[in-house]
Structures are given as C-alpha cells and as structure tokens.
C-alpha cells in the first residue's frame, strides 16, 4: 500500500524540521509555484499554493504542529467482519465486565488497545473535522487570506532580517526608503540636467541656424548689389557709346555740308 503523504512530504521536509526550516521550505515552494518551471497548469499551480499555504498555516503553529504529530502516530487497521464473525461491538462488550471478574489475555489486552485506539483516532477526526470547518468558515469571510498574507509578509521579513528586532528592522526600513527616494530624486535632478542641456543646445542650434541663414541672405544681397552695379556700369557705356556715336555722326554731317559749302564758294569765285 502506497505511504500517505504528509504536511512535511508537501513541504519537502521531515518531522524534525525546525520553524526556520517550515518559514523557508514555504518561502521557496510558493515562489517556484508562481514564477519557476513547475510545467503545471495555472489553475492547477494555484491549488497547489494554497495546498503549500495551508501545511505551513499548520505547521507554523506549535499547538497545530503537536496536534497534527499526534495524528501521525500510526494506528492498527480497522477489522472488518467477514461472514460467519461476530461484529466488532460484540467483541469489546466484554470490556465492560468489572476488572476484578476478567481474566486479561493478550487477546483482551489487544482488544483494549485497539478500542483505545479508536476512541483517540475518533476524537482527532471531530477535533479536524472542527478544524476544517472553522477554516472553512474563515475562508468564506476572508479572515484566512488575511491572516495567511499577514504570515507570508511576517515569514518573509524573518527571511530577509533575520533575528533584527522590530525597531532595527523599521531603521532599515526607514533608511531604504530615504535611499529610494534620495534615488528618485537624483534621478528627477539628472532628467531636469538633461533637459536644460537640450533646451539650451536647440537655442545655440536654432541661433546658428539663424546666422547661417543671415549670412546667406548678406551674400545673395552682396551678389544682386553687385549684378546690379555692373549692369549700370554696362548700360552707362552702351549709353556713353551711343552718344558718342551719334556726336561722330552729327561732326561728320556738319563737315560734308561745310566741304560741300566750301566746294560751291570755290565755283562761284572762279566764275
């Protein structure tokens, strides 16, 4: 018949296994169930953290442990009876015969163990039946989840403090949480930094840009100055030239009538 396993077997552990050891081994399952390989569905991964949770809830307590321990303790079977056999109950009535009238066999000595037995086996089973129900009942309005969040985040500062006590821990606590803001506010100073620096390197670009472009427009007003005067320049000349041309022209007209002036008085006195 297969072993059944128990709160430790879920826990990886043995029934020797100290509180540290329960607070880590809970720490550890619950985190491989959450973000490690455990190749299990997520429905099914969350069954099993609750599983986990609730064998460490158990184990957790020293009162629950001593109780659960005690239901470990193995029992003997129940005899079933076959055909042809008394029942159970007829076998035990004779317990009931005053001790100073029976003889004690070890068949009654057996019998007496085995009822024993079962009146302890019976009395755990109310206490568990009682048990489940109340968490049955804490479940519904929330208590357990509560309560068992409220353990995880208490096993967890036990796992990352240590035996710190309670004002060393808020020490810690409060120095970290200056560091972080401390973090966060060179980190706001640096973004500041760094957006002066942008905002003062587009300035110097767009200043750049804007005497390029002025420098760019000096020259082409240069360059059109310059057409412009060397046209004028060109069209003066041209002008010049044909003045002058027409002055030529206007001379040598009033020279031909002259010669022609000349050349009629010339005929006349001959005559």
Do not use: C
Request: hydrophobic share 35%.
């Amino acid at each position: 018949m297969k072993a059944k396993t128990t709160l430790y077997d879920l826990l990886g552990l043995t029934p020797s296994a100290s509180e540290a050891d329960i607070h880590a081994a809970h720490i550890r399952l619950v985190r491989h169930y959450q973000s490690g390989p455990h190749g299990l569905a997520p429905m099914d991964a969350d069954n099993q953290i609750k599983v986990i949770k609730e064998a460490w809830w158990i184990l957790s307590d020293p009162g629950r442990r001593a109780t659960y321990d005690a239901s470990l303790v193995p029992t003997q079977p129940e005899r079933v009876p076959g055909p042809g056999h008394a029942p159970l109950a007829d076998l035990v009535q004779p317990l009931k015969v005053e001790i100073s009238d029976v003889k004690w066999t070890p068949g009654r000595i057996m019998l007496t163990i085995i009822g024993g037995l079962m009146i302890v086996g019976m009395v755990i089973q109310i206490f568990f039946s009682l048990f489940a129900f109340k968490n049955a009942s804490r479940v519904a309005s929330g208590e357990v989840a509560v309560e068992m969040q409220e353990r995880v985040i208490a096993a967890e500062r036990r796992q990352m403090y240590g035996d710190l006590s309670p004002q060393e821990i808020a020490e810690q606590e409060a120095a970290a949480k200056q560091q972080r803001e401390e973090a966060v506010q060179s980190a706001e100073e640096r973004r500041k930094e760094y957006a002066r620096k942008e905002e003062e390197y587009k300035r110097e670009r767009a200043l750049q840009e804007r005497s390029q472009y002025a420098d760019r427009v000096s020259a082409d007003l240069e360059r059109a100055e310059e057409a412009a005067r060397r046209k004028a320049e060109w069209d003066k000349r041209q002008k010049e030239e044909a003045e002058r041309r027409v002055d030529m022209e206007e001379q040598r007209r009033v020279q031909e009538r002259v010669a022609r002036e000349r050349y009629r008085w010339q005929q006349e006195l001959q005559r």
